[in-house]
């Protein structure tokens, strides 16, 4: 227990490790979203070859690990261009999650009726503006919870890019504990870091699905 | 080119190789309200959706107001503009309000500011009895209520010509009678009327003119009067007859 002070005095180090983890996540995160919504809009409204090469597009990369196509981005192209490490990260893991974003986008967007598209065409909407003013508003607040999933599933596969050297959360936890020798002591803290930031993560996608649930039947809501 | 709001010329329409319309023509002239009834699956709704080509006929042109919509370059979305259209389960949008509901396509098809649309919107709200409910979701509206929040939004558009898809059939008996009042004031306000319907209360009613539709074509058509108590076609007849048995005893008092 003569460690536990060095490990404490560490925490600030872990942290800081936690913040890149968390960095990495969410610009994953966002470019996952940014690639696989177009995707699945291509998938559900585009014509044939565009929804097969969508279709090819996400069966391809949920295919391959993670690592595998961080690698092919680090060490693979460092011929051609020589990517840092932190953007090669943020890529792969981005890659990755789009093709998962696009199927859980594409199952919300399904799940929206066909009778919203008639409506708003009928009204003479074009099929953009049907998309982004009525499919896309109620889409999105289907595809919270699967999408609390997914960033809790890229929070996680952050940790991968110790492997390309970046010192984030895990990176630092092997680095302190091979310093203190206190292997258990130290990898609980980083899952106790891990499990807190999932944690709240969720627990903000869960407030926010709520905030923005549509009412519903009066009878129902009347306590 | 007469002056016809809505002119159907030939439309042919098939699914695989289920021919739904086999050349169907068809002119609507202002004012008129033209019900049309027929045993299901002879291609009423399929002739309904051609019209503001929600569905794309094999064949066949159609005009509204003037314009032909089916023309190679013809603007579609701003023909629509001019078709109402009530489907027989609503389709209203889920998350926004009754109000948002008739405003949306006021500013992003018409582009009105959100001001002139609110107002508009609260007009035609009003016109179907729901001012009151402006503020509600779907979710928290009755069937007869959300329908009338449709024909609001489809209203709210200044439509030339109203296209009702079975506008009742999806509504308990007892909301059906609020619906078909919203739309017999229609009616009398002389709005041009196309109905699919099975209430025949309401053709016998209000109606201008009635075709009876089967196997993908007109079977017979004329006057309401003269559909109702003279009919030609013998499955008329039989169709009329069948009709009157379900529904025709409760049509007094709707």
């Not at chain 1, 203190?180 to 996608?205: D, E, H, K, P």
Request: aromatic share 6%; charged share 20%; glycine share 8%.
């Amino acid at each position: 227990m003569d460690k536990l002070p060095d490990i404490l005095g560490s925490l600030p180090y872990l942290l800081e490790g936690a913040l890149l983890t968390l960095a990495i996540t969410v610009l994953a995160l966002i470019s996952g979203f940014v690639i696989g919504l177009p995707l699945a809009l291509l998938r559900v409204y585009g014509r044939k070859p565009a929804a097969t090469l969508a279709a090819a597009y996400s069966t391809v990369l949920r295919g391959l690990p993670s690592l595998v196509v961080l690698f092919i981005l680090f060490y693979g192209m460092a011929a051609v261009v020589k990517l840092p490490a932190f953007l090669a990260g943020c890529v792969a893991l981005g890659f990755c999650s789009s093709a998962y974003q696009m199927e859980l986008l594409r199952g919300a967007i399904q799940s929206v009726g066909p009778g919203q598209m008639m409506a708003a065409r009928a009204l003479g909407m074009s099929q953009l503006q049907a998309i982004i003013h009525i499919i896309l508003p109620q889409a999105l607040r289907l595809a919270i919870p699967s999408w609390s999933n997914e960033a809790a599933v890229v929070l996680k596969d952050s940790s991968l890019v110790y492997a390309v050297g970046l010192a984030e959360l895990l990176r630092r936890s092997q680095q302190v504990a091979a310093r203190t020798y206190q292997s258990f002591i130290v990898y609980s803290l980083c899952a106790l870091i891990y499990f807190a930031m999932t944690f709240l993560a969720n627990r903000g996608l869960d407030h926010a699905e709520r905030a923005l649930r549509l009412p519903t039947p009066l009878e129902e809501t009347a306590h | 080119m007469s002056n016809a709001i809505v002119r159907v010329e030939n439309l042919h329409k098939a699914y695989g190789d289920t021919e739904v319309l086999k050349g169907v023509n068809l002119e609507v002239d202002e004012g008129e309200v033209l019900v049309v009834i027929g045993p299901s699956g002879t291609g009423k709704s399929t002739m309904l959706r051609c019209i503001n080509l929600l569905t794309r006929p094999d064949q066949g042109r159609v005009w509204v107001a003037g314009d032909e919509i089916t023309a190679p370059h013809a603007d579609v979305n701003q023909i629509r503009e001019r078709v109402g259209m009530v489907f027989q389960d609503f389709n209203l949008f889920s998350h926004l309000t009754a109000e948002g509901n008739v405003m949306v396509a006021l500013t992003k098809v018409k582009k009105m500011s959100k001001d002139e649309a609110r107002k508009l919107a609260m007009f035609e709200l009003e016109r179907v009895g729901l001012s009151d409910k402006a503020q509600l979701y779907p979710a928290q509206l009755s069937g007869g209520q959300k329908q009338r929040v449709a024909i609001a939004r489809a209203l709210a558009m200044d439509p030339s010509v109203m296209l009702f898809d079975e506008p009742t059939s999806a509504l308990d008996p007892e909301l059906i009678g609020e619906v078909l009042e919203v739309m017999k004031k229609l009616a009398r306000e002389g709005m041009t009327m196309i109905v699919v319907t099975h209430e025949m209360g309401f053709a016998r009613e209000v109606s201008t003119r009635m075709i009876f539709m089967e196997h993908g074509v007109i079977a017979e058509q004329g006057p309401t009067q003269q559909l109702f108590y003279n009919p030609q076609h013998p499955r008329t007849r039989e169709f009329l007859g069948k009709i009157t048995e379900l529904y025709g005893h409760e049509q007094g008092e709707a």
